[in-house]
């Protein structure tokens, strides 16, 4: 398993938290290395969307239906447009080199931090395509109602459970946020094949049980979201 924490280039936050997650993993004695991925920037979205030959193909305000897929596609709060783009490219880039490869990631962005030492050996034995190992508490919408239906889940025998329904069936939905979460390279083709088929959306969003039902978090969570400040939010 290769490892990747997404930071911001030239961005102290971004960087201090970046490195409380390396360290913190340290500090739970895991015997990987966590590599610092060098995020995608606002400044050069439209240079990356060209090279990847990708659309954006979300709404910036209220909602709408998207027929290709049947899913309400609701705005996220987001002041800065090309923020929200960057980061779905960051992690589009990561799938991308996953998906070339035969390796699976660990992907985590700046405001994870480990709360445990992570059995990926494990945990890479599950069926499952992608799979979150952070805490929903603080990280996604209705977080307790959520950790409700992963607590009460029956796990498969590598601690792996199916990433709950938490809302309308309409609604794209899947795992807890996406500050982290293990992604093997069939599961990164996938992610790939979706922007394909229907453009490019926040990644959390796209990377949905409707459009990728084999998707699942670990009933142990092993990080946790640090607090720190949106950079596509506020």
């Known amino acids: 398993m290769l490892a990747f924490v997404i930071a ?23 015997n990987f290395d966590i590599e610092k991925f060098t995020a995608i920037t606002a400044d050069n979205v439209e240079d990356k969307l060209r090279e990847y030959k990708v659309k954006w193909n979300y709404p910036w305000e209220g909602e709408v239906v998207d027929f290709a897929t049947g899913l309400t596609k609701k705005s996220y709060p987001t002041s800065k447009r090309a923020a929200r783009v960057a980061c779905g490219l960051s992690h589009y880039s990561l799938w991308s080199a996953c998906a070339h490869g035969a390796t699976p990631y660990l992907v985590l962005e700046h405001d994870a931090i480990f709360t445990g030492k992570l059995k990926y050996n494990i945990i890479n034995q599950s ?4 799979i ?3 805490n929903p508490m603080g ?4 977080s307790r109602e959520y950790v409700e239906s992963v607590k009460e889940a029956i796990p498969d025998v590598y601690g792996v459970v199916t990433a709950p329904y938490i809302d309308e069936r309409n609604v794209p ?3 807890p946020g996406n500050s982290a979460y293990i992604i093997k390279p069939e599961g990164a083709k996938k992610m790939l094949q979706l922007v394909d088929e229907y453009g490019l959306w926040p990644n ?5 049980k ?3 039902p084999n998707i699942g978090c670990t009933q142990k969570f ?3 979201v640090q607090g720190v400040r949106s950079t596509t939010t506020f």
């Open 8 to 30: 911001i280039p030239n961005h102290e936050v971004s960087q201090a938290a970046a490195d409380k997650c390396i360290q913190s993993a340290i500090n739970y004695e895991n």
């Open 127 to 130: 069926k499952k395509l992608i």
């Open 132 to 134: 979150s190992i952070n």
């Open 139 to 142: 990280a996604t919408r209705k």
């Open 173 to 175: 939905q899947g795992l």
């Open 204 to 208: 959390d969003a796209l990377m949905c």
């Open 210 to 212: 409707q459009l990728i």
């Open 222 to 224: 092993y990080t946790r």
